[in-house]
Nanobody, 115 residues
Framework: EVQFVESGGGLVQPGGSLRLSCVAS????????MRWYRQAPGKERELVAG????????VYGDSVRGRFVISRDNTRSMIFLQMNDLRPEDTALYYC????????WGQGTQVTVSP
């Protein structure tokens, strides 16, 4: 069974940092491009960042480029999202998912940026 477990979210003040983790299972992780997505209340799910199978190529959404860094550890079937200089508009539920998609979305991890 394909599963994703996201963690690392929390409440942080503007300008702060968080590091999100996602553990994947049930598929051959190292063969898949991986992505972080987020969804804020009342908004569509948004692509945040993506990383190639070996980690050599990364892409970022315009709103997070220069502040967030995606990475992966294929030995542990994990991806990470280092989020710096957080802003209130980064508040959302964050999810991971491979490309092409596999299985169901995980429960996500909540990030709240507030004074």
């Amino acid at each position: 069974e394909v599963q994703f477990v996201e963690s690392g979210g929390g409440l942080v003040q503007p300008g702060g940092s968080l590091r999100l983790s996602c553990v994947a299972s049930g598929f051959h992780f190292s063969l898949y491009y991986m992505r972080w997505y987020r969804q804020a209340p009342g908004k569509e799910r948004e692509l945040v960042a993506g990383i190639s199978t070996g980690g050599e190529r990364t892409v970022y959404g315009d709103s997070v480029r220069g502040r967030f860094v995606i990475s992966r550890d294929n030995t542990r079937s994990m991806i990470f999202l280092q989020m710096n200089d957080l802003r209130p508009e980064d508040t959302a539920l964050y999810y991971c998912m491979p490309a092409p998609p596999r299985g169901a979305w995980g429960q996500g991890t909540q990030v709240t940026v507030s004074p």
